[in-house]
């Protein structure tokens, strides 16, 4: 079974940066797409963005388009988001996930808090 573990979000200040990584253990992620979801308080959890298992094909949420990039390394079996220009809107839990073998696997979440 695939572990997920996030790391990196924090405490910054409107129109900064932040790094977040996913490291995965337990199988090789490398031949699964790999997605990045948030959840704000008192909403439901939302697609931010997805990489293809190559790192070819990316996909983004309309709402961190030109913002937020996502990279993957599968020697290290992780899976980045480069989040800019942050907003206070962007204020969440940032979550870590795969499809493995017909099952949904996430990551505890890491908290990402944007001051305005």
């Known amino acids: 079974q695939v572990q997920l573990v996030e790391s990196g979000g924090g405490l910054v200040q409107a129109g900064g940066s932040l790094r977040l990584s996913c490291a995965a253990s337990?199988?090789?992620?490398?031949?699964?797409?790999m997605n990045w979801f948030r959840q704000a308080p008192g909403k439901e959890r939302e697609f931010v963005a997805t990489?293809?298992?190559?790192?070819?094909?990316?996909r983004y949420a309309d709402s961190v388009k030109g913002r937020f990039t996502i990279s993957r390394d599968n020697a290290k079996n992780t899976v980045y988001l480069q989040m800019s220009s942050l907003k206070p809107e962007d204020t969440a839990v940032y979550y870590c996930?795969?499809?493995?073998?017909?099952?949904?696997?996430w990551g505890q979440g890491t908290q990402v808090t944007v001051s305005s």
């Open positions: 337990g199988r090789t992620v490398s031949s699964y797409d």
């Open positions: 990489i293809s298992w190559s790192g070819g094909s990316t």
């Open positions: 996930h795969t499809y493995s073998r017909g099952v949904n696997c």
